[in-house]
């Protein structure tokens, strides 16, 4: 796990779906966050990172920890807009909030994706119970992997997250 201490930055999201309202890191301070970055034409989100997101959202109290979905649109604009989303999530069943990543004006690439310097999707961020991001990984994540670093998070109190 990487031994990174960075506060991580808030979302910026044009719209959440599966939430009555808008979510905050702010707000989920003291709980572990899974951020599972992904765009519905990815394979590999499809494939993995949505199917893992999903197996650790129904593997974790969400008082010790909450999954999130951050749609990151840096492709195919046009194809993916919130209206396809809400489509692709009802047939993927993905039961966690998903939000959609905000437009930067005069870029492809969304103020999310850019703040957290994501390469790509999937990605995952794992973010610890100060709001430090403890896992910002590219691609395919090894399931097990995951659930070692998640385990060593949870099992932390708030203060204690040096050296995990």
Known sequence: MDDNTETAPELQISEWINADQPVTLKDLRGRIVVLHAFQMLCPGCVQHGIPQAKKIHGAFDRKDLVVLGLHTVFEHHSVMGPDALKVFMHEYRIPFPVGVDAAHVGSDIPLTMQAYGLRGTPSLIVI????????????????????????????????TMTGV
């Open 128 to 159: 610890d119970r100060s709001g430090c991001i403890r896992l910002n990984h590219f691609g395919q994540v090894d399931d097990l992997f995951v659930g070692a670093v998640l385990g060593q998070l949870i099992a932390q109190p708030v203060g």
